[in-house]
C-alpha cells in the first residue's frame, strides 16, 4: 500500500522561505509521478505543480512559477517544494498526491494528509 506522509509545514513572514518533504512509502517511487496542491480555508483544492519521473517534466501553476521549486529525490523516495518569497495567499494545507501508473497528465489515486503553511504579513 502506497503511503504518502507530508512535512515541513509551519508560519513564516511574508517574503520568507519554506521546503515542504513528502516521504512515500510502498511501492516502486521512482516510477511515480508527483504533484503538490493546496487548499486555503473555504478555496477548492488548488493545483501547485507536479514533476514526471522523468526529472525534466515540470509543470507550476501561474500563481507559483518563479517562486516554487519541485525536486525529487528517487534514493530517499521523497518530493519537495521549495517555496520562496511566499506571500499571505500562499497560506493553505499543502497536499502531495502520486500517480503510482507515471501517467502524464498524472491521474492522481493517492493522497498525503497534508501539511498547513502560514504565512503572516
Known amino acids: 500500500q502506497v503511503q504518502l506522509v507530508e512535512s515541513g509545514g509551519g508560519l513564516v513572514q511574508a517574503g520568507g522561505s519554506l521546503r515542504l518533504s513528502c516521504t512515500v512509502t510502498g511501492g516502486t517511487f521512482g516510477s511515480y509521478s508527483m504533484g503538490w496542491f493546496r487548499q486555503a480555508p473555504g478555496k477548492e483544492r488548488e493545483f501547485v505543480g507536479n514533476i514526471g519521473f522523468s526529472l525534466n517534466t515540470l509543470y507550476y501553476s501561474d500563481s507559483v512559477k518563479g517562486r516554487f521549486t519541485i525536486s525529487r529525490n528517487n534514493a530517499k523516495n521523497a518530493v519537495y517544494l521549495q517555496m520562496d518569497d511566499l506571500k499571505s495567499e500562499d497560506t493553505a494545507v499543502y497536499y502531495c498526491?502520486?500517480?503510482?501508473?507515471?501517467?502524464?497528465?498524472?491521474?492522481?489515486?493517492?493522497w498525503g494528509q497534508g501539511t498547513q503553511v502560514t504565512v503572516s504579513s
Open positions: 498526491a502520486a500517480d503510482v501508473h507515471g501517467r502524464w497528465p498524472p491521474d492522481y489515486t493517492t
